[in-house]
């Protein structure tokens, strides 16, 4: 069997698996497994587990759970409730004030946590009962919510940088740099929309005239409680910003920066927030080695997945029939991006990365595009698969924090913020400094 019909079965093969509700890393190993049977026999059983635990037996993936772990204890403490009582403190008085504020929100835990489920339900769960109490439409409540948790995957420290990053033997410490002005800029596009979407609906800084009357009063109130906030919240900003300091500085490695960050944010979760009885505690570990466990697990099957279309020559005849397109480079960044983004609906970003950077990499390395650049590009396009279905984990978690609201107008607020996305990715391509700047001016 020719290779391109080979990989037609293979690819429908996986998406009739996940149809079903078969976990990813369950239908990458099942289609692999059978594929290489079929091509090369039983023996290739022991190059199976040998690939498989080869791959996750790397040093370098040591900094996933270990930053995984960081998050959790940031999530699982009332950091999110502090930051967010914090930003609504100082940005209320904005058009839409609140709504922006929860998209700051997101912005900072995004870089406390790297995770965007973490980033939408810590956010979420107090940002979305309170925009919807104030009067704002369930649309601009739940999409700010979603959008700014997609944040989580591109603002360092960020898992997938680091998958990629070890997938592709790029630098870590540049992939994070590399994400910090992208991130900003989208979250600064989110912000303008926000306020753009509450003007829309009303024209209002806050809603309702009786309920904004009676908010200025409960934050004039509170500027002490929500000044202590702060205070509780700035110990962990520290300590990302010495993680990252300690990253572009050549001080430690990744895993070493992981490690030392996740003890102290366990420590200052426990100390700040009087953690003291075994069940927080438990709940953090519990999460860290759920997401963790799920996280390497897809990655072991994804290179075998990976391994396996390389064995049937599927690999390399795509690779090349995509390298042989006489076509503008920019076109073929297109083809890419659109390739991405189908990608992104259906798959996780940590299986779309380990399944296509190290297949894509060369083909853009050849266009002469920088691959820290693509690495953003990349992850952007990952991002709007978090809000847009049939996956759109973000949206599912909005879903489960206000079910009330139902999923369409989920959608519909999170579809602008996905625009917005797109605009990003428009922006840097016609400015990919955006991107390289702050790496090649620390890092040169």
Do not use: H
């Amino acid at each position: 069997m020719d290779p391109i019909t080979m990989g037609i079965i293979v690819a429908i093969a996986l998406i009739v698996l996940m149809a079903i509700g078969t976990p990813i890393a369950f239908a990458l190993g099942g289609v692999s497994l059978l594929a290489l049977m079929y091509d090369r026999g039983l023996p290739e059983l022991i190059y199976f587990g040998e690939t498989f635990f080869d791959r996750i037996a790397e040093f370098g993936f040591v900094a996933i759970p270990m930053f995984i772990l960081m998050g959790a204890a940031v999530a699982s403490s009332p950091t999110g409730r502090d930051l967010y009582r914090s930003l609504d403190l100082w940005m209320g008085r904005l058009p839409g004030g609140l709504a922006v504020s929860n998209i700051g929100a997101c912005t900072i835990f995004s870089a406390l946590s790297g995770s965007s489920p973490a980033t939408c339900a810590a956010i979420g769960k107090m940002g979305i009962p309170e925009m919807r109490t104030r009067g704002y439409p369930d649309g601009v409540a739940a999409g700010c919510i979603a959008a700014g948790g997609t944040l989580g995957i591109l603002i360092p420290p960020s898992v997938t940088m680091i998958i990629y990053g070890i997938s592709t033997e790029t630098s870590i410490g540049r992939l994070f740099m590399a994400g910090v002005l992208p991130g900003l800029m989208l979250a600064g596009l989110f912000m303008i929309w926000t306020m753009i979407a509450c003007r829309l609906a009303g024209g209002y800084a806050n809603p309702m005239a009786k309920a904004a009357a009676q908010v200025k009063q409960n934050i004039k109130a509170n500027v002490d409680t929500n000044l202590k906030a702060l205070v509780r919240v700035v110990p962990f900003m520290l300590v990302i910003a010495g993680i990252l300091f300690a990253l572009y500085g050549g001080v430690a490695t990744p895993s070493e920066a992981a490690g030392v960050g996740a003890f102290l944010c366990v420590a200052l979760a426990v100390v700040i927030y009087r953690m003291w009885q075994v069940k927080p505690v438990k709940l953090i570990m519990r999460d860290s080695l759920r997401e963790s466990v799920m996280i390497m697990l897809v990655i072991a099957t994804a290179e075998v997945f990976a391994y396996a279309l390389s064995s049937m020559f599927i690999t390399q005849t795509v690779a090349a029939a995509i390298a042989n397109m006489e076509v503008n480079r920019w076109v073929l960044m297109g083809i890419i991006n659109l390739f991405l983004l189908v990608a992104g609906f259906f798959l996780p970003p940590v299986a779309v990365i380990v399944m296509t950077a190290p297949i894509l990499l060369p083909i853009i390395l050849a266009a002469d595009f920088d691959p820290y650049w693509f690495a953003v590009i990349l992850t952007i396009n990952l991002e709007i698969g978090l809000i847009t279905p049939p996956v759109g984990l973000n949206l599912f978690i909005i879903k489960g924090i206000a079910p009330d609201i139902s999923l369409r107008n989920i959608l519909l607020g999170s579809l602008p913020y996905a625009l917005c996305m797109v605009l990003g990715i428009v922006l840097l391509c016609f400015f990919p400094g955006i991107a390289l700047w702050l790496p090649n001016l620390i890092m040169g």
